[in-house]
């Protein structure tokens, strides 16, 4: 099977995570390489980056008073550990409506110092949302659920702040391209591979004062060990010196600046939301008119604007399609692997142009009009 090279797309690449790397960033990298790549991270020229990072997110969020950035090694499942650890107090409630949801989940239940988590479940392709009850102490919830394509509003629980109840929104896949008012969480986390273009091994939170304050409460208490490098009042600490605890994977840090100030540069996170949301239009619009395809989440508005999954007709072989696009350098458009459906899964990051999903979807017409006739 051939398509035309008129069909393809000028950049391939619809990874869900990793995603895109811009050419700038590589160029940034480049450039950093003889003052920053192989230096301390304890000198000026790294903790100068990190701060680049913390007052770009800053502007980037709208951080409120009082928000603090904090940095951390490990992805966001380390700041899953680091949560449980240092943020929950006796008992979390998740909502849960996808892989990355019910993993935090399973992490707070799996603790043997918390009592058992409130888990509210609803079926992947849709969404739950948290509720208020009186005996929990952090709600918590992702803004966009990577395995499935579904995004969720961040709207704290009512009642919660009255309660001094935490609101923990996982915002990996979302950060930097959904439309966020930070005001509603307690910590707002991600990780910089998603939205960012960066790599893994790194996660940011944007902390409120209550947060801060329950992890030195929490920690302090002398009733509970945490590692230090579980300690979200040590990474706080480090932050605030635009360190890190440990060594961190400077290559990401350069990319991530990078990226921020793109962003920042091209008019901020309404831009990155707004070039989103011409592409999910055309995913979802595309999807709607062909027969033999279907959005996978039902609400119009529960699909998210940045990952976007495709149901196939059983009589279309999705992985057939998935092969004849990457014969073709069109790459990482199948589905999340536990959810074992007949679909594609396509990354609208804001760095993935709105006409490369458009010639995308051409060439996924062409392919299954071949496979059709074959």
Known sequence: MTIPAGLLPADGRFGSGPSKVR????????????????????QAPVRSLVRRVREGMAELFALPDGYEVVLGNGGSTSFWDVATACLVRERAQHAAFGEFGSKFAAATTAAPFLEPSHVITAAPGSIAVPEPAADVDVYAWPHNETSTGAMAPVRRVPGSREQGALTLVDATSGAGALPVDV???????????KVFGSDGGLWLALCSPDALARAEQVESSGTRWVPESLSLRTAAASSR??????????????????????????????????????????LYGWAGSRPWATPFVS???????????????????AKAVVAALRDHGVLDVFPYRKLGRNQLRVAMFPAIEPDDVRALTAC???????????
């Open 241 to 282: 010196q635009d360190q890190t605890l440990n060594t961190p994977a400077i290559a990401t840090l350069v990319m991530l600046a990078e990226q921020v100030e793109w962003i920042l540069g091209n008019g901020g996170l309404g831009w990155a939301a707004a070039r989103s949301g011409e592409s999910a239009t055309h």
């Open 364 to 374: 996924v017409d062409h392919v299954v009009e071949q496979l059709a006739s074959s």
């Open 299 to 317: 609400d119009p508005a529960h699909r998210s604007t940045v990952v976007g999954t495709i149901d196939l007709d059983d009589a279309v072989d």
């Open 23 to 42: 050419a700038a960033q590589v160029d940034a990298l480049v450039a950093a390489g003889p003052h920053v790549l192989g230096t301390s991270h304890r």
């Open 183 to 193: 005001s509603e969480t307690d910590v707002y986390y991600f990780a910089p591979q």
